[in-house]
Structures are given as C-alpha cells and as structure tokens.
C-alpha cells in the first residue's frame, strides 16, 4: 500500500504532471508490493519514498524504468518527458571520471558522434547544423556544468582526468550522480543517493538538487536530506 502526506504543495514549479500511477498493483510473486495505489507527481515536485527494506521502494523505480511491468492498472509520463537516473553500482573502466560525467548528457553524446560522422564526410551542411544544435543545447558549457558537479561532490581538479578505475566504490557512487545531475530532465530518480556520502557531501547534494529545475523521486532514510528538499512523502508498506 502506499499513502501520501503533502509539505508544502505550494512549492510546485508546475501543474503539468510528470509521473501519473492509476490504480496500480505490482507483485512479488503472490506478495502485493503495491496494490490498488493512486499517485502523482507534478513538474518541479520533490517526493521521497519511505517504507521498510522489500517493501517495493526500488521497484517503482523499475517499474518507471521499463524493467518492470504492472500487474494491474497504469502508471503514465508526459510524452517528452525526460527521466535520469543514478545508478546504484559503477563498473570498472578506463573511462576518465570527466567524460563518465559527460556521458550522462546524452544528447549531446548524440550530436558528438554524428559530428564526427559529418567531419569524416566532409558534410559541410551536415556539420553546419550540428554545430547548431550543439549550441542549442549548452554543448559548450557542458564541461564547464560537468566540472562544477564534480567539484560540489569533492572531486579535486587533477581527479577529473583519472580513470574510473582509480575510485572507490563511494566515489563511484558520486560519479553516478554527479553523472545522473548531468543529464536533462524532467523527472530524476534518486534511489538512496546519500550513501557512502559525509555530511559535508549531503549538503552539497542537498544544494544541487535544489538548484534542479525537474522532478525528483527520491528514495532515501536521510532525514536532514528530505526536511531541506521534500514537499511530499509517499509511504509504502
């Protein structure tokens, strides 16, 4: 089951919902996770899912992500919406912890790639209007943006050009989400992001999410973290 509890509504950015959940039954085996449940999100709304390990928090995510499909009834997005999500593991590899960032745009990944295609071609057209939707979407801050993330989460300017591989497993973590932050969205989804993390590097994150213009479903037992950004909390049990 799943009950909300409103904070403060009138801090919503938007009418326009993001997340729309009908009537929804999701099982685990014979074992209801969510049953019957109703629920919405609207644009700019801050949510923090609370309730018991097993009690079907990530799930939802799945469910939202596509790697899960309702027993019964719906759940809905706008049909633009752009979602990003952290993470929860890091896979080793040479990728350097600037450009593993970076990936998380993946639009401008895109544009990159089809560049160079253009270039290789020698498509001058083709380059042309790729340099321009490359501007359109603040290609040439991404660095800027990227470096700014990874700095607010504790990275040391001369971190940035080291492999994944020279990380921890908690600094892999904070380049999940500094990567996720990277990404536009509309809805972020944020499963126990604070882990692993200090107090100094909670506020930060604290910080950075209030800055983010989108919707947040954030799962997390952090209770300093959901006082300063959650205006409603979903309890599922």
């Not at 644009?43 to 799945?62: C, D, E, H, P, Y």
């Not at 071609?121 to 993330?149: M, N, P, Q």
């Not at 209030?210 to 037992?221: E, I, P, S, Y």
Request: aromatic share 6%; hydrophobic share 45%.
């Amino acid at each position: 089951m799943l009950a909300t509890i409103s904070v403060n509504v009138s801090v919503f950015a938007s009418s326009v919902y993001m997340l729309k959940i009908n009537a929804l039954t999701l099982r685990r085996g014979a074992e209801p996770l969510l049953e019957e449940t109703d629920a919405t999100i609207h644009g700019g709304q801050r949510v923090a899912i609370i309730g018991a390990n097993g009690a079907g928090k990530t799930s939802l995510f799945k469910l939202i992500l596509g790697e899960l499909s309702p027993d019964s009834g719906e759940f809905s997005l706008p049909g633009r919406c752009r979602i990003a999500h952290m993470e929860q593991e890091v896979s080793a590899g040479e990728r350097l912890a600037l450009d593993y960032v970076l990936d998380g745009h993946h639009q401008l990944r895109e544009f990159e790639a089809a560049l160079s295609v253009a270039e290789k071609a020698d498509d001058h057209d083709k380059i042309a209007s790729l340099h321009g939707e490359l501007e359109a979407i603040g290609a040439y801050e991404a660095r800027v943006t990227a470096e700014k993330l990874l700095h607010g989460l504790g990275f040391q300017q001369d971190e940035l050009s080291k492999s994944v591989n020279d990380f921890s497993g908690g600094w892999r973590i904070r380049l999940n989400l500094a990567q996720a932050l990277m990404c536009p969205s509309d809805l972020l989804l944020l499963d126990e992001p604070t882990n692993h993390f200090d107090i100094e590097m909670r506020e930060a994150l604290a910080l950075a999410l209030q800055d983010f213009d989108g919707a947040v479903l954030l799962v997390a037992h952090d209770k300093n973290l959901m006082e300063s950004v959650v205006d409603e909390f979903w309890l599922v049990n």
